[in-house]
Structure formats: structure tokens, C-alpha cells
């Protein structure tokens, strides 16, 4: 089991960036693959972004590619979602998640959840 704890949440216009990061409890972080989703009120999670133990592979839903890029450095334990051109309707809690299993943007194939950091874009 890994702890997560992300951060980098906040207020942003619309066009705006923001850089969250997700750091994990592990020092064998590089033994799980890494996942970015969102939650908006009433809804489910969706996946935003995943990335393999080495970093070597990304996967992006299809509305954030090209302005969302996900990152990590196993050195720190530490994941990264740098978001570009945010808009209102990307507002959501944001959380990442581990899984020892493949890359995935299945939310089923995470195993541990970090507490999600709330991203709020104005309009």
C-alpha cells in the first residue's frame, strides 16, 4: 500500500495553469504506475492522465491532450500533472492513484487513492 498526498490545487481563470504534484509515501514509487483523475460534483471519476513505472509511456483522455502532460520522478517519489488552457468546465477534485498493475485509465485498476486536491476555474 502506498500513501499519496496531492497538492498544487487552487483558483485559476479560464487559459490558465496549474501544476499539481502527487507525493507518495514509497520509496519504491517506481513500482507502480501512476494516475491522474477528476471528480466533478455528481459525477464519476474520469480519467485525465497515466504514466508507466518508468515514465517512459503517457496516456491522455482525448480532451486534455496537447494540454495536459503528465510526469514523475521516482527519485522523489513524486508525481506531476502540469495543466495548460484550463477551462470552467474542468473544474473537478483532482486525484492521482497507484496501481502495481499496467498503466490504465480504468479507475477499477487503482488500488490506492491520495485525499484529491480541489482545482476551480473561473470563467
Known amino acids: 500500500q502506498v500513501q499519496l498526498v496531492e497538492s498544487g490545487g487552487g483558483l485559476v481563470q479560464a487559459g490558465g495553469s496549474l501544476r499539481l504534484s502527487c507525493a507518495a509515501s514509497k520509496r519504491t514509487l517506481s513500482a507502480y504506475a501512476m494516475g491522474w483523475f477528476r471528480q466533478a460534483p455528481g459525477k464519476e471519476h474520469d480519467f485525465v492522465a497515466a504514466?508507466?513505472?518508468?515514465?517512459?509511456?503517457?496516456y491522455y483522455a482525448d480532451s486534455v491532450k496537447g494540454r495536459f502532460t503528465i510526469s514523475r520522478d521516482n527519485a522523489e517519489n513524486t508525481v506531476y500533472l502540469q495543466m495548460n488552457s484550463l477551462n470552467p468546465e474542468e473544474t473537478a477534485v483532482y486525484y492521482c492513484a497507484a496501481t502495481l498493475k499496467g498503466y490504465s485509465h480504468y479507475s477499477y485498476e487503482y488500488t490506492d487513492w491520495g485525499q484529491g486536491t480541489q482545482v476551480t476555474v473561473s470563467s
Open positions: 504514466i508507466s513505472r518508468s515514465g517512459a509511456i503517457t
